[in-house]
């Protein structure tokens, strides 16, 4: 039995031996390895820095252009770049389609009060009796009382008993015994001044007196608050009006308030003439009304919402039109007083624009004398002479410039499209895979538009429109 123990733990020590032995080999391995892929790293940047400065900015921009980042890059805003527009239309085509959408952004309208609470007291002790008569006068201003809403008396009974009295103004809101339960009482708008006194008191009292504690007393102040009606903006083009067959509107009204009580009407108009008036379901999912197409016009046209009562977002508001006209992708973009003034300057003169255009027609209809069809040389230099005008005076006044710019997915694919911006136009053709243009020029207050008319079927990653610096 002993001699079997020992031929075991010879056995066990062996195995401990060669296991040992086993990690440690892996461990030099290991160790190994490591070293080799350090002296490789070293290497490899020894040798990028040993290299010509054009042969390592390539090599350093081609590892560049491959990071995951390189797409996101595009999103942000450049320095002193203000977008106004960014989006990623993707393949456009030259085929036809009949049906034409166009979105149109949010409207938020509202009839709402606005609330202000404004303690007078953390506590008040009113007492009066055979002897004594001590009432509380609190005062408190309302600049403007024109607005004013709702107000409210506010307050906690602590103790007492006995009939006190209110008075607002001089004028008796409350007599009686009072509990908290009478909280709050609404104090009479047409008694409301710019500097307001509550009255509080003991209306009678016995020898040893009648008293009332009261605690938080305070007025809550409701003020009027609205926007009832917003107004967004669309253009069709000549063509699209004169094949126009159908038009309808699609919207999703949001409530802002849920409670039926505070629901009203809703008023949708298009160019001043009304299509509905509704009142408003705060469940009813998306709506769709039918639109005369002899309510739409060439050119800009308006549509309006209003309400008589409520909080509303209206959402994913869509306008959609059967033509025959080709339809091609349009974008939209917001120009602010201030964006517009800072491209075609906040004080200009007038008469500079129109001095320009003066003289460029005369030129125009004395270098168009003789010409085959003297109408369409007129016309054509005539556009030509307002394009120019506009970029002069944009140069002369305005701080800002205003860009659009198409990025594509390569430099090898032929991209070319007419591009208008509202009713100028532009046009690209080209195999890079950028193209840049100016358009301060071109743009008005208020809503602008992109339709983009391909002549061949390409791919667009991004389309911008950004104000920055005059350079």
């Not at 032995?21 to 990028?48: C, D, P």
């Not at 917003?230 to 699609?250: C, H, M, R, V």
């Not at 517009?340 to 125009?364: F, H, K, L, R, T």
Request: aromatic share 12%; with cysteine.
């Amino acid at each position: 039995m002993k001699k079997i123990q020992k031929i075991r733990s010879k056995k066990a020590l062996n195995i401990k031996k060669r296991y040992e032995f086993s990690m440690k080999s892996k461990r030099a391995q290991a160790t190994g390895a490591a070293t080799f892929v350090l002296i490789l790293a070293l290497f490899m940047l020894a040798y990028v820095l040993l290299l010509p400065e054009e042969q390592r900015d390539e090599l350093i921009g081609d590892l560049d252009s491959k990071t995951p980042l390189d797409k996101e890059e595009i999103i942000v805003e450049r320095e002193g770049e203000i977008n106004l527009l960014y989006t990623s239309p993707g393949m456009v085509y030259t085929y036809e389609k009949n049906e034409l959408i166009i979105p149109i952004n949010s409207v938020t309208v509202y009839h709402a009060t606005e609330e202000d609470v404004q303690e007078l007291a953390t506590k008040i002790k009113v007492s009066k009796s055979w002897f004594s008569d001590n009432p509380e006068l609190l005062t408190f201003r309302i600049d403007d009382k024109e607005d004013l809403e709702e107000l409210q008396l506010f307050f906690f009974v602590n103790s007492g008993e006995g009939t006190i009295y209110i008075k607002f103004n001089g004028y008796t809101v409350f007599e009686g015994d009072i509990s908290s339960t009478d909280s709050p009482i609404t104090l009479p708008s047409d008694r409301v001044k710019v500097t307001n006194v509550l009255k509080i008191g003991m209306a009678s009292g016995d020898f040893s007196g009648d008293s009332y504690t009261l605690s938080s007393v305070s007025v809550k102040k409701g003020f009027k608050s609205k926007k009832s009606s917003e107004s967004k903006t669309f253009q069709l083009t000549s063509s699209e009006k004169a094949g126009l067959k159908k038009a309808e509107l699609k919207y999703f009204v949001n409530c802002l308030k849920i409670d039926p009580k505070e629901q009203g009407d809703l008023t949708i108009l298009i160019n001043g003439r009304e299509i509905t008036t509704e009142h408003v379901f705060c469940d009813a999912g998306t709506q769709s009304q039918s639109i005369s197409t002899g309510y739409l016009v060439s050119g800009r046209n308006t549509i309006e919402f209003k309400i008589t009562k409520g909080e509303y977002t209206i959402e994913g508001i869509d306008l959609e039109l059967q033509t025959s006209e080709k339809y091609y992708p349009q974008y939209s973009f917001e120009l602010s007083e201030n964006d517009y003034e800072s491209i075609m300057g906040d004080n200009p003169d007038e008469d500079y624009y129109d001095d320009c255009v003066d003289d460029g027609y005369a030129d125009c209809r004395e270098d168009c004398q003789g010409s085959e069809d003297y109408a369409e040389c007129r016309d054509d230099c005539y556009k030509d002479v307002r394009d120019d005008c506009r970029d002069s005076y944009n140069n002369y006044y305005g701080s800002n410039d205003l860009y659009i710019e198409f990025n594509f997915p390569n430099d090898e694919d032929r991209k070319k499209a007419t591009v208008t911006v509202n009713e100028y136009q532009i046009a690209f053709d080209t195999n890079d895979d950028n193209y840049v243009r100016k358009i301060s020029s071109y743009v008005e207050r208020g809503s602008n538009y992109i339709k983009i008319i391909p002549k061949v079927n390409f791919e667009i990653s991004s389309l911008k429109v950004y104000i920055t610096d005059k350079e």
